[in-house]
């Protein structure tokens, strides 16, 4: 069956470290988002891409990047780990124009910033 | 910012009641959608109303739209403790824009 899966499920890093959290879907979806989810805020869109070589700054995109070199995978890079990226982490993805249809979602990245 | 906000941010039912959430939104939209989320879990869709229809159904969900109004609602019936969830409402606005999501309701279902 096709599928959205995020890696690794929790990590425990570091104030001032690099952190990669990845995301592969095996749909063949063109789009493509990252989302974080905390406490009192619901989810916030962070990055998300409409297809190979395109990537697009979310509400909340300071202190993250993305790169689209294929269409499976979208992976989200903390360049500089800070307390305030301790988070939930969610990869979505779906068909058609735009992001228009319904967003099928990975089961997250639980992720502490010491 | 939030494009949909859930009202109420927690409701507790008995097993076998109804349960009604509502969502306001802010701009014009090209649809909106529900979504469920379990404890530790991903997101999942439920439904998907566009912005030229005013109810949908599926099994024991029923959603609403205004349009006038900005809001829509989420009534599941006869719920269960399965339907034990947090639940949000999304909506895409007019263009090429993502789907901006609200802080969700916190559903639980006592049996």
């Known amino acids: 069956d096709a599928e959205i899966t995020q890696s690794p499920r929790h990590k425990i890093t570091e104030t001032g470290r690099q952190v990669t959290l990845a995301c592969h879907q095996t749909?063949?979806?063109?789009?493509m988002f990252w989302y974080r989810q905390d406490l009192g805020h619901g989810l916030r869109l962070i990055h998300y891409?409409?297809?190979?070589?395109?990537?697009n700054k979310g509400e909340v995109s300071d202190g993250y990047s993305v790169s689209r070199s294929n269409t499976e995978d979208l992976p989200l890079t903390l360049e500089s780990a800070a307390s305030s990226q301790t988070s939930v982490y969610f990869c979505?993805?779906?068909?058609?124009?735009?992001?228009?249809?319904?967003?099928?979602f990975g089961e997250g990245s639980r992720l502490t910033v010491l | 910012s939030q494009q949909g906000e859930e009202d109420p941010q927690a409701l507790s039912i008995q097993e076998g009641e109804n349960a009604t959430m509502n969502c306001s939104y802010k701009t014009s939209i090209n649809n909106l959608q529900w979504y469920r989320q379990n404890s530790g879990r991903g997101l999942v869709h439920l439904i998907l109303i566009r912005s030229n229809e005013r109810e949908k159904h599926s099994g024991r969900l029923r959603v609403t739209l205004d349009t006038s109004k900005k809001s829509s609602s989420l009534l599941i019936t006869a719920s269960r403790a399965a339907d034990t969830a947090s639940y949000f409402c999304a909506a895409r606005n007019s263009g090429n824009t993502p789907l901006v999501f609200g802080k969700g309701t916190r559903l639980s279902v006592i049996a």
């Open positions: 979505a993805s779906s068909v058609g124009t735009g992001g228009t249809g319904e967003l099928f």
């Open positions: 891409s409409y297809g190979v070589q395109d990537t």
């Open positions: 749909w063949n979806h063109n789009n």
